[in-house]
């Protein structure tokens, strides 16, 4: 799968040269590209390249050999294989926590208040694939409500469900709370109890064959700092 790639601030020849590579699952993508551009504001001809997408295909790709720096995972199953292969410049840091909502288009069409009402109703509904942490997370909170819901597809990450739910293409969808605020009135979200019990922690690790290690752990210091967990939060993250 193509990964969506986004790079903040200016381009010259010494910035190239300075380039700081960010791996990052698609749920941190308004996050990550915001904190990018404050930490390009406080390192002058730094370029930050964030490359987003789900998490098990980013991981693949450093197992791989892919050039990159930092990588932000949506779940630890999804780190474990990269640690274990001893491509991490140490442990990874947990830096915050996201639960499931149910997203919806505007008005909520199907009418669905609660995960009992995507089992066994004629409703289209998209989930991620159960190999990235969205998709696992989704098994969980489904076995938590003892429900069984058939999936009209199964995404490589939750920014393509949240898309087929924006664009009327799915009556529901489960997707992260802060997929459905970055969405900005264009879906609605439905919580439900059983969040609790598939919430997935976010891991972060400067990479041992980083090009840039020293920039590498000044990042991940502002993905942790104050600044770093305010802008989390606002976006709908949960404290680690």
């Not at 903040?8 to 308004?30: I, Q």
């Not at 450093?62 to 780190?79: E, K, N, S």
């Not at 840091?93 to 499931?100: D, G, P, Y």
């Not at 009418?111 to 694939?129: I, T």
Request: proline share 7%.
């Amino acid at each position: 799968m193509a990964l969506t790639a986004a790079g903040c601030g200016g381009a010259s020849e010494s910035a190239e040269g300075r380039t700081l590579t960010v791996l990052a699952a698609a749920s941190l993508t308004e996050t990550f590209t915001a904190l990018a551009e404050t930490f390009e504001s406080t390192h002058p001809g730094v370029k930050v390249r964030l490359s987003f997408g789900g998490s098990s295909t980013l991981a693949q790709q450093i197992l791989q050999g892919a050039p990159a720096d930092v990588f932000a995972a949506a779940g630890p199953a999804t780190m474990k294989p990269v640690t274990e292969a001893r491509l991490t410049a140490g442990e990874p840091r947990v830096f915050a926590r996201n639960r499931l909502v149910i997203a919806v288009p505007p008005g909520n069409p199907g009418r669905v208040h609660a995960l009992r009402d995507l089992a066994g109703r004629k409703l289209k509904v998209v989930v991620c694939a159960p190999q990235v942490p969205c998709g696992d997370a989704a098994q969980r909170a489904l076995r938590a409500a003892d429900v069984e819901v058939t999936p009209a597809s199964q995404e490589q990450d939750v920014k393509a469900v949240l898309t087929k739910v924006r664009l009327g293409e799915a009556d529901a969808g489960l997707v992260y709370r802060t997929d459905v605020r970055s969405a900005g009135g264009r879906v609605e979200g439905i919580e439900f109890p059983e969040a609790a019990e598939a919430i997935n922690d976010y891991p972060i690790a400067a990479l041992a064959e980083a090009p840039r290690p020293k920039l590498a752990r000044e990042f991940i210091d502002l993905v942790l700092s104050p600044q770093g967990r305010k802008t989390l939060t606002e976006a709908g993250f949960e404290s680690a």
